[in-house]
């Protein structure tokens, strides 16, 4: 049934904020941008990690559900192979702590934070993302 994670959307009001702001985190400019398309800022979308997996920012305003006042949304894990220099980066950021780096079991570690538009991103070593990794390539 659930094959892969195919897209995440999180929700900002300020467009071109959360444009930079995840720019300057990724490291790269999103490949799409609603704006650029003449259809006003609404949404954008990055390609990020091993699998290029979808991370999208969509104009609050199409939001099913209230933003901006407390933390909201699923917590989405992505892989990172170092959580204290992830999270020290996302804090430098403008990022606020959510849940601190917590040993969650054998070859997992989490952490979260609260992105400067409402957002949770989770934090995640996981060791069964590298196995799987490895045996892709």
Same mark, same amino acid.
């Given at each position: 049934?659930?094959?892969?994670?195919?897209?995440?959307?999180?929700?900002?009001?300020?467009?071109?904020?959360?444009?930079?702001?995840?720019?300057?985190?990724?490291?790269?400019?999103?490949? !799409?941008?609603?704006? &650029?398309?003449?259809?006003?800022?609404?949404?954008?979308?990055?390609?990020? %990690?091993?699998? +290029? *997996?979808?991370?999208g920012i969509l104009s609050s305003t199409f939001a099913p559900h209230p933003t901006g006042g407390s933390p909201s949304g699923?917590?989405? !894990?992505?892989?990172? &192979?170092?959580?204290?220099?992830?999270?020290?980066?996302?804090?430098?950021? %403008?990022?606020? +702590? *959510?849940?601190?780096?917590?040993?969650?079991?054998?070859?997992?570690?989490?952490?979260?934070?609260?992105?400067?538009?409402?957002?949770?991103?989770?934090?995640?070593?996981?060791?069964?993302?590298?196995?799987?990794?490895?045996?892709?390539?």
């Open positions: 049934m659930l094959r892969g994670l195919c897209t995440v959307n999180f929700f900002a009001e300020d467009h071109a904020a959360a444009a930079k702001w995840y720019s300057e985190l990724f490291g790269v400019p999103p490949y !799409y941008d609603s704006a &650029d398309y003449g259809k006003g800022p609404g949404y954008l979308e990055f390609r990020i %990690g091993d699998y +290029e *997996h979808e991370f699923a917590v989405v !894990y992505w892989h990172v &192979d170092d959580i204290e220099a992830a999270l020290q980066r996302v804090l430098a950021l %403008g990022a606020t +702590e *959510h849940a601190p780096i917590t040993k969650q079991g054998d070859g997992f570690i989490t952490a979260s934070v609260v992105d400067p538009f409402g957002n949770v991103l989770g934090l995640m070593y996981n060791q069964h993302y590298l196995d799987i990794l490895a045996k892709r390539t």
